[in-house]
């Protein structure tokens, strides 16, 4: 992902200093840097901004400020509008996740794209929904669905990275391999006998499945294995 | 979705008022209603975190506090705990996406299932990392991976979101409840005590929390726990 095709945010008449901040946090941790102010109400720069960016600083340093809509947009070849309502009957809608994916094919080829943000009490006004190619939607709980501003911008991001960058997958950790499990359960087996664990020889089989099943669960590590030897071990001995 | 189902959401040691309110709000925004505290710093119930709420009222309101974290998971059947960093080298680490997945799986089963987020400034630390069956990492941008808490819990909400809509999802077998586990591991613990099993006294912490994890990474049915205590009782007679 190079820096240059990442979506640019852009925040329309932001309202407090603090939120723009939380922004700017959000943005960084998806990997996105590219912010710009439309108009913002308190003017620019503002230190409750860079309080809340906690380490986001190069964020807020970078950010660019524009008097109007037109001019923050002007180099832009693509135009998403955030919006809690269905403002538009003519403007496409598409969900978050569904945009991200469109974002990314587009960023595939060439240009820059630019998501807007509205103000804090209102969001965005018919003005700059008319800017838009296309409305973006967060598909949260109808009954209560206002997000804050910063979270808005984090969800963005969040499907953005999601469909950016691929590392859904976590290593595991080492597993003790299948023989060393089973010489800890051959072992229990055989204690288990000793002790008369198995009533009858013909439950012995079900029982014996069902601890392997247990025990094979766990995943258990080399080093969880060697405890469990260790558990049996002072499980034998006589009470000191 | 059912009520009943949604994952519990359990703050450990928050620090901030504020930080609660906001985090009933993100959990509102994604249709979760069941919140926890473990032992807020100021106190219970906090003004500023109705402030923050924002109209998320119902869910402060309806916030269940706990002295300790046992407590607040002892009617739980499976422990998410949710981590910026790869702190244990046994417990198994999924994404949020992943998890949420899990869980919805989890919960067409039946049962209660609990995801922790520690406080603030530290993060959940090792005593509540082991009695996760499962980690959750955030995979957010590496350089900058630190999520506040309220985003930590909406990114949560969202992805679980995400999946409760979806229906395509095979039940998990029952899990036992956490206090099953616990009278399992507390027998356990009491004759391996007798046995001389810790070496020495400085030891036995990190041993107990060796065997926490690992007993409860097998999210063991109730019938397995039972069949735990079976296994003990035999081990514990002299040989036949």
């Known amino acids: ?13 932001p309202q407090l200093g603090k939120n723009i901040g939380m922004c700017a946090r959000a943005m960084l941790n998806c990997g996105l840097t590219r912010l710009r102010l439309v108009n913002p109400r308190d003017g620019w720069p503002q230190e409750t901004a860079r309080a809340t960016a906690a380490d986001a600083d190069r964020v807020i340093d970078s950010a660019e400020v524009f008097a109007t809509l037109d001019e923050a947009i002007a180099d832009c070849h693509r135009v998403y509008a955030t919006t809690a309502r269905n403002r538009s009957q003519t403007v496409p809608v598409l969900t978050a996740e ?81 023989e060393e499990l089973d010489g800890f359960l051959t072992r ?10 198995f009533l009858t020889e013909s439950m012995k089989p079900h029982s014996l499945q069902s601890l392997r099943t247990l025990f094979t669960k766990t995943g258990a590590t080399q080093q969880e294995v060697k405890l469990l030897h260790g558990v049996l071990t002072a499980l034998g001995r006589k009470d000191k």
Do not use: C, H, Y
């Open 1 to 13: 992902m190079s820096g240059n095709q990442d979506p640019v945010i852009i925040l329309v008449e």
């Open 98 to 178: 569904a945009a991200a994916a469109e974002m990314k094919s587009t960023t595939e080829g060439k240009g820059s794209i630019a998501v807007l943000f509205g103000p804090e009490a209102s969001g965005l006004d018919g003005e700059a929904i008319a800017r838009a190619d296309t409305l973006v939607r967060f598909p949260t709980n109808p009954e209560f669905s206002s997000l804050n501003l910063a979270q808005a911008v984090l969800l963005l991001g969040w499907e953005w990275r999601r469909v950016a960058v691929d590392e859904t997958v976590i290593p595991a950790p080492e597993a003790a391999t299948r």
């Open 188 to 197: 229990l087996t055989e204690t288990l006998d000793e002790k008369g664990f």
